[in-house]
């Protein structure tokens, strides 16, 4: 099955400087790549998604890219915010013939904080 | 609003006791998936819904059952609750690739 390692486990920023997470993943027939946002004690929310004909998409300060051949994705935050502060989860869905019975396999999350 | 619905929010039980969860879909998505969010982990996989039948199942015991009903509504039950099912409860409801999570149920076994 899918395995997706995801790192660092912690980064600590000063506000204003840019994160960088990166996760890479097992499956190559994953095709779809969303990031989540976790807040404490709060639901998964989704920030960004990358589907596997796409090698870079960006909203607003947050951008994500993929490398299909080497299996790797990473979530790139620019201008960091105190807001911004979370846990932050990769994940890969895998899927056959392109319908709903995927399964979305998730990183071990990365605790982000953004000083003042 | 996540358009997710999960009841309860908080749940305390006692070893060897069972537990019922529920989730009740966004509009319009047919798909729901469970998945067990331990302390300071990422969440697993517990099993996919899909027209009433279990499409996916993670690596969890049969301990852990589900079911769906007609309006996609689901129920999550575990049986013979161990202290390490502690654990937040996510429901994700899905049509195509778009996932949308439920605020969850906070299980503590005692």
């Known amino acids: 099955g899918e395995n997706v390692e995801q790192h660092p486990s912690t980064l600590s920023v000063q506000e204003g400087d840019s994160a960088v997470i990166k996760c890479t993943y097992s499956d190559s027939a994953s095709n779809y790549f969303p990031w989540y946002k976790q807040e404490l004690g709060k639901r998964p929310q989704l920030i960004i998604d990358i589907r596997s004909n796409v090698g870079e998409k960006k909203d607003q300060r947050i951008a994500v890219t993929l490398n299909k051949t080497a299996k790797h994705f990473s979530l790139h935050i620019t201008e960091t915010q105190p807001e911004d502060s979370a846990v932050y989860f990769c994940?890969?869905?895998?899927?056959?013939?392109?319908?709903?019975?995927?399964?979305?396999?998730f990183g071990q999350g990365t605790i982000l904080t953004v000083h003042p | 609003d996540a358009g997710v619905t999960q009841s309860p929010t908080h749940l305390i039980k006692t070893r060897g006791q069972q537990v019922t969860l529920r989730c009740s879909p966004k509009s319009g998505h047919d798909t729901v998936s469970w998945y067990q969010q331990a302390l300071g982990q990422g969440p697993q996989f517990i099993f996919q819904?899909?027209?009433?039948?279990e499409r996916q199942r993670g690596n969890f015991p049969d301990r852990f059952s589900g079911h769906q009903f007609p309006n996609y509504s689901s129920e999550l039950n575990v049986n013979a609750l161990l202290l390490g099912d502690s654990a937040l409860y996510l429901c994700a409801s899905s049509w195509g690739r778009g996932y949308t999570f439920g605020s969850g149920t906070r299980l503590t076994v005692v």
């Open positions: 819904y899909y027209e009433e039948e």
């Open positions: 994940a890969a869905l895998s899927n056959a013939g392109g319908t709903s019975y995927g399964k979305l396999t």
